[in-house]
């Protein structure tokens, strides 16, 4: 028997401080007019004292439940994205799976840093069409403002926390472009650019959590490039043009990233989401912020073509054709 997944709903939670590009100028030497013309970004969420990764996930894990009208017994596998888990173990995801109330199926983190929920969609996806699961929840969670070096004016000024998640269901037959449902996903790696974008520290290494490093010129470059070329192959491997999308769904790094991107893939920039000047860079948590949004405020309906693709440490990059 052949099988697809189908996006039945969604939903995404973000803390309720919001930090405005002013009060960063107060910290570090920056401005206002820098950060929004260099990134497009004029504020961002930080998640309160004592708040984690898991309680982000959780709230949005329950909106797109209660988006979805399905309720929590009926998930069999939980994919977590994130980079910043509350605990080096056990998984975040398990500790989602334990306040649902559940205690059958699966439940696990990937970590991909900012591609994690394109990678997360493309697991719980292939589970479900290999009939191992029938509900699954993927959620991409993080609370970067905890990894953040807040005295380094070139990264601090990126970075946001906040959650997105959407309930996947299994349906009879195979993945069709004209059909509701997860097409097609494309996943892709490149261990040699660790340098560019790193944590200097973790458990194995230095014993403590550390701080996000990058270098962000690099990072732009490569990410141009890797994301229209990870955006073409999903496009060719379906047998459509970038006319026939809809919307594209992208990773919120910058303003600059999507306007650049788009123009390599010729799109309207019309028909790019973006959320970058109100949630900045929540790295796993960004594409399902985003999709969360555009269906809430109405942009995104049912039956429309998606493009959902991201890129982040690693390198890792990846996209998902989706018929929402
Ligand atoms: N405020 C004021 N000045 C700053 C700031 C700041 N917050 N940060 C850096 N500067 C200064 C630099 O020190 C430098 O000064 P100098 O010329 O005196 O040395 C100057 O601004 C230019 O710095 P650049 O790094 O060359 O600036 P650039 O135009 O490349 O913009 C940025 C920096 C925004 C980080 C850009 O490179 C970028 O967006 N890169 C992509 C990185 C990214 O989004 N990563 C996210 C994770 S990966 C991903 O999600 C895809």
Redesign the pocket.
Known sequence: MAYHSVIVGCGSYLPARVVENQELAAK????DE??IE??GIRRRHIAAEGETTCDLAYAAASAALQNAGVKPEAIDLIVLATATPDHTFPATATQVQARLGLTHGAAFDVHAV?SGFIYALAVADNFLKAGQAKTALVIGAETFSRILDWKD??TC??FGDGAGAVLLERQDGAPDVRSQGVISTHLHSDGRYKDH?FVDGGPSSTQSTGYLR?A??E??KH?VTNLAGVVNEALSANNISAAEVDWVVP?Q??Q??LDATARKLQLDPGRVISTVANHA?T?AASVPLALATAVGDGRIQRGQLLILEA???GFTWGAGLVRW
């Open positions: 570090v030497d920056t401005s820098w950060i260099r990134t900012c004016r070139s000024v990126l974008l990058m962000g010129k990072v732009f990410a990773h790094a910058n600059r990233i860079n790295s890129m982040g440490g």
